[in-house]
Every structure is written in C-alpha cells, then in structure tokens.
C-alpha cells in the first residue's frame, strides 16, 4: 500500500493513520481522527479511524456535519464529496485501523471548519465539536 | 470426483490469482481521495463490510455408512452386484478429513457446501477384506448465533455419499440435519465439534472437530444480536 500511495503528489499526511496533526476523538471503542489540508483550490479532510475493541463497531461518515467559517465568523455548512455514493455505514473490524482522505465540498474563502460528530457513532462523545484550521499540503 | 475437485481447485486458485494480480500488479493507484481512487474504495482497509463473507472450514470426521437396501455394483460389471445386506453389518464406519465453505447472506443466514473423504477396511460378502471410502458431498442452508465468545449453528445438509469397497460402490442421498458448536480463538478463527444424522438412513450418521477461518472478524456481527 505504501508503494501505491508514495508517490502521490498531494499528500501532507502519510497513509499512515493517527499521524501528529490529527484532532482525536474517542466514541466508545471508536478512534477518529481529523485533519485538513488544501490542496489546489479544494480541501481535503483525512478521517483516521480506529477500533479499540475486538467487537466491530459502526461508524457512519453520512452523519458527519460539517461547517465552514469565514471571514468576519459567517458559518456556511460545508459536505463530503462523495461522487460514488461510497460513503456509507459501515463497521470497523476487529482492531483495524485505517485513513480515509475526503474532499470538502464548500463555498470558497473558509478559514477553518468545524465537524459535529455526535451523530457518526452509538456512544455520543465528550466533545462533539471539533474544529480544524487549514494546512497547506507539505507542512508537516 | 477426484477431478471435478481438481478441476475447481485450479479454477478457484486461477480466479484468486487474477483478483490478486489486478488489484496488485496491474492497478496504479492515482488518487488517494475517496470517489477519485481506481484501485481501492471507501474502507477497504478497515471496514468489515469490505471483507469477502466467508468462512471455510477444515475437519477431522468420523462417518457412519448405512449398506443395508443397497446395492454394490462394479465398474464395467466386472463382476456381479452384490446387496449391501449381504455384509452383514448394522453400519460401515470410517474416518477422514472434510473441507467447506460457507457464504454468509446476513449474520445470522448462511449457504454452505462440504465435501468429505474418509477411509476403513471392510469385509466384502466373499470374506476378503478390502478398503472402504467414503465420499461425502453436501450443501445447504445454514443458521448460527452467536453468544459472546461461542456461537452455534444448525444447518441442513442435502446432497449424496458414495461407499466403495474395493471397487464396488453405492450410493445414497443425504438429508441430514446438523449442528455444532464453535468457540473463538481469534476474531478470525473458531475451534468446534458437529454432527448430524442422515433422515434417509438414520444409521448414517457423521461428527468432528472443525477448524474454521473467518474472513470477516466475529462473522461481521456486531453485538447486540
């Protein structure tokens, strides 16, 4: 995998999940971790997720609200571009881990996004809301 | 049989192989953005979902064979049939190895197909002794559940099983209902006991120990169920 994914050009993060940079949250046996970056013109948002437990758990990106903030603090929800409809509930297996890497759907101009996931799995969270500042891609 | 079973293990090892090779080989990977990536999909490296949903199973078996109401006959009449009353035996009793896959439909529905070889020694009616196989081949519906870390499963075997003694054989059909129960190892592998009984000849009868891998950990169910 590393071979296949090495010489992609846009990529601050390896594919390695939970890398320094990353916003982690815990819901129950489930890791998430959140990141952005731009690339180009667009926003990428790299979800690192994580099972604790030997049971699957569920986690569902569907449910992932997004807002971008712009200048002057106006909120303007934002999507995950998901041209194949792949995004679905799915169970991560037992122990596994893994990074998925999703463009941003939103108006141009945001400073920062902030995710509500208190919807994407069972066991609500401590702290729902997490929010990312942009980086350009190759700072580490 | 031997060669239908060749025959589907190269087929089988073929289309893996060809799987294996466009996935790995052949595909460069252009994008790692999900809906933008060629070679791989949302969660193929975490999801359950994403695993193939199947078990297959290897066992150590001992099976019971009914001869009486059959007749044993040669290849090519090389010699005269025989009834398998003749040998005077309640059941002919052997021992071997058995093979299956299982193909979950949802967690708690599954199709499975067996196949079983086992081997003895029996007394053919002229008083020589001679070497008895048993081929077992069977499919069927199939129901588990799971209960923390042991899951049981009933299913429905229907198919046939083939006796030889020397080379004389006959054959009967198989509607036998199963069951067994497994403990987990892992969260890809089970340890177990079966049995089941034959209803067209309730003397024809077959238990073990299985070993069975999981493709998909748990069978993919969560708890809760």
Not at chain 2, 136 to 141: A, N, S
């Amino acid at each position: 995998l590393s071979s296949c994914f090495g010489t992609l050009p846009h990529t601050r993060y390896d594919r390695v999940p939970f890398s320094k940079g990353h916003v982690v949250r815990k819901l129950g046996c489930l890791e998430l971790g959140f990141a952005t970056e731009a690339v180009g013109r667009r926003t990428l948002l790299d979800v690192d997720v994580r099972n604790t437990c030997i049971e699957p758990t569920l986690v569902d990106l569907n449910q992932l609200r997004i807002e971008a903030e712009h200048e002057g603090g106006a909120r303007r929800p934002a999507y995950l571009a998901d041209p194949r409809g792949e995004i679905w509930p799915m169970h991560v297996d037992s122990f596994a881990e893994g990074t998925e890497r999703i463009a941003v759907d939103e108006a141009s101009g945001a400073r920062r996004r902030c995710l509500d996931i208190s919807k994407v799995s069972a066991v609500a969270p401590t702290e729902p809301t997490v929010c990312l500042t942009v980086a350009s891609a190759g700072v580490p | 049989v031997k060669r239908t079973i060749a025959l589907l293990a190269g087929l089988a090892t073929l289309a893996l192989s060809s799987v294996g090779s466009a996935r790995g080989r052949y595909c460069t990977e252009q994008s790692d953005v999900v809906g933008e990536e060629r070679c791989s999909s949302f969660g193929d490296s975490w999801s359950v979902e994403r695993r193939p949903a199947i078990t297959s199973s290897f066992d150590l078996r001992h099976a019971t064979f009914d001869p009486n109401g059959l007749t044993f006959t040669y290849k090519k009449n090389a010699k005269p049939p025989f009834s398998g009353s003749a040998l005077r035996v309640v059941s002919l009793e052997s021992y071997g190895l058995g093979f299956g896959v299982a193909y979950t439909i949802t967690e708690a529905f599954y199709i499975q197909n067996d196949y079983g070889l086992t081997a003895n020694s029996a007394t053919l009616p002229s008083g020589e002794r001679d070497v008895l196989f048993m081929s077992d081949m069977t499919g069927g519906p199939g129901l588990r559940t799971r209960l923390k870390y042991v899951s049981l499963r009933l299913e429905a075997d229907l198919g046939l099983t083939v006796a030889g003694i020397g080379k004389a054989s006959a054959a009967r059909g198989v509607v036998r209902p199963a069951g067994g129960i497994e403990v987990w190892l892992s969260p890809y592998a089970t340890i177990g006991a079966f049995g089941g009984v034959n209803l067209l000849a309730w003397r024809e009868r077959i238990f073990g120990v299985v070993l069975t891998y999981h493709a998909r950990a748990l069978d993919g169910a969560p708890g809760g169920w």
